[in-house]
Structure formats: structure tokens, C-alpha cells
């Protein structure tokens, strides 16, 4: 069992700023990639953004220059930044995790993001 603990998510204003974190635990053996996903209403899921054990990232074009994703592997912990934040990027926000030694992929129950005024 793999057990993700997701919070920071919430309503906030366009050009707004918010911090989610997600915690990671229970039978992991060796997180490669921590990331995040997320699904907007009508919407495909689609990837946000990812950090690597070697601390390579990448981000989707659309949040390139405003979100930042950074990683405590000694808690197994990922914190997306997301800084002027636009209604687009309301959706559900998902973490997930690649554990190289069980060769998987893990994603967590989401939270939700809501850009309004």
C-alpha cells in the first residue's frame, strides 16, 4: 500500500499564488519521479509538471515562467509553486509518484484547485 497525503489546495484569486504538497509513504521502494497531474471538467488529464531524482524537471507549456516543482527526498515530499494563477488552471490536482524498484506508477486521490474571482 502506498499512501499519499495531498494538501494547499483551495480557491483563490486569478493572479493568486498556492503551494500544494504532497506526501508520499507506505511501501515505496525507489521514487524516481514525483509529479503532478491534473483534470479539468470536459478535459483529458494531462501532466503539470515532474521532478526527477537528478533534479531534471519538466512542465507543461501552459505553465512554464509561473509554476516551480521542487522535491524533499527525505520525505518523500513534492510542493508544486504555482504563481499567477489563471481560471485555467482550475481543475483537480493530482500527485504521483514512478517507483523505479516496483517499476509502477502511483497517483493520489486529488485535490482541488479553483482560480475564480
Known amino acids: 500500500q502506498v499512501q499519499f497525503v495531498e494538501s494547499g489546495g483551495g480557491l483563490v484569486q486569478p493572479g493568486g499564488s498556492l503551494r500544494l504538497s504532497c506526501a508520499v509513504s507506505?511501501?515505496?521502494?525507489?521514487?524516481?519521479?514525483m509529479g503532478w497531474d491534473r483534470q479539468a471538467p470536459g478535459h483529458e488529464r494531462e501532466l503539470v509538471a515532474l521532478?526527477?531524482?537528478?533534479?531534471?524537471?519538466e512542465y507543461a507549456d501552459s505553465v512554464k515562467g509561473r509554476f516551480t516543482i521542487s522535491r524533499d527526498n527525505a520525505k518523500n515530499t513534492v510542493y508544486p509553486q504555482m504563481n499567477s494563477l489563471k481560471s485555467e488552471d482550475t481543475a483537480v490536482y493530482y500527485c504521483?509518484?514512478?517507483?523505479?524498484?516496483?517499476?509502477?506508477?502511483?497517483w493520489g486521490q486529488g485535490t482541488q484547485v479553483t482560480v475564480s474571482s
Open positions: 504521483n509518484i514512478y517507483d523505479a524498484g516496483q517499476g509502477r506508477y502511483y
Open positions: 507506505g511501501s515505496i521502494r525507489s521514487i524516481y519521479v
Open positions: 521532478i526527477r531524482n537528478g533534479e531534471t524537471t
